[in-house]
């Protein structure tokens, strides 16, 4: 599986892929940092069988920590995106290519409202975040729109002349779409839930390819949204705005500068750190200068507890 870590310029979409994989990557506070993809292995923390076994684990892949298992998932970072992506604006071209490998995502949206629709900032709460949400979800559906009308006429006529079966209508609309990784089941869930008339797809319209493609892009990719930036103070506020709106998604405060940190301060040897963990320990606090103590205080008590 590949996780496609994904969303607009400058909300911390880097700084939260470093903190998964503490890959050595660019990071900056302007837009387009990320021009070509990242790539990187991401760990899932699951309860380890070797508790139940009474034996330590070794695992092949992965790693093992008190227990818990973390099993590796590779992860593509790709270029920001800006509005009109489908249509070529900003990196988008290169974004949705990129994107098209991504089995499922994680959607970083700045949950403060500091970074406006063009990935600019702006002051902290003056920007609705559940604006990104839509705006990602409109530039998936109108790519998926352009991919699927791409040789549709001649497809669609072809399809009629040979007045085929309902079932290898079916077969043929999937190996048309086959490039998003659609399959027939998906395809024949999609059409009955439409209820598109199978023996004339030449009467399907524009709208009704749209309809299509909204539903092809739910099934094919699913998403997560990460609301980055938890840990300035209205983002609680805007976190909740968004479940409240979005209550199909999962949606996770989460803040990936502190990750970072913790991560990078574990790795150190100055504190015990197990990632995911919502508390840690202070090592070598004699190491730790007053602005390192400073910010894993923050940390403590602005995010983890």
């Not at 991919?147 to 006429?153: E, M, P, Q, T, V």
Request: aromatic residues 8%; proline residues 4%.
């Amino acid at each position: 599986m590949l996780v496609g870590v994904v969303g607009k310029a400058n909300v911390g979409k880097s700084t939260f892929f470093k903190a998964l994989t503490l890959a050595n990557i660019e990071i900056d506070n302007y837009p387009f940092v990320t021009i070509k993809p990242n790539h990187g292995i991401g760990y899932v923390k699951i309860e380890c069988a070797d508790k139940f076994f009474n034996v330590k684990c070794n695992p092949k892949e992965g790693y093992c920590i008190n227990h818990i298992r973390f099993v590796p998932v590779e992860l593509i970072d790709v270029a920001g995106l800006v509005p009109g992506a489908y249509e070529g604006r900003g990196m988008g071209n290169q974004f949705l290519d990129d994107l098209r490998q991504a089995d499922v995502l994680i959607h970083i949206v700045d949950a403060s409202g500091s970074t406006n629709e063009l990935g600019e900032p702006v002051t902290p709460g003056s920007y609705n975040p559940c604006n990104d949400i839509k705006f990602l979800e409109v530039e998936l559906d109108m790519w998926y729109l352009r991919l699927i009308k791409k040789g549709w006429d001649r497809f669609a006529r072809a399809v009629q002349q040979e007045k085929e079966h309902e079932e290898k209508i079916v077969k043929d609309i999937t190996k048309h779409l086959s490039g998003l990784k659609v399959d027939e089941e998906m395809v024949e869930e999609v059409l009955s839930k439409l209820n598109l008339d199978r023996t004339n797809i030449l009467s399907w319209g524009e709208n009704d390819l749209k309809k299509i493609s909204i539903e092809l892009r739910k099934k094919t990719k699913k998403m997560v949204i990460a609301a980055n930036k938890i840990d300035v103070p209205v983002a609680k506020e805007n976190l909740e705005k968004m479940k409240k709106e979005f209550p199909n998604y999962l949606v996770i405060g989460c803040s990936s500068e502190s990750e970072l940190a913790l991560k990078e301060a574990s790795k150190n040897g100055l504190i015990e750190y197990v990632p995911g963990d919502n508390d840690f320990k202070v090592l070598e606090p004699d190491k730790l200068n007053e602005k390192q103590k400073n910010a894993l205080d923050f940390i403590k008590k602005n995010v983890l507890d």
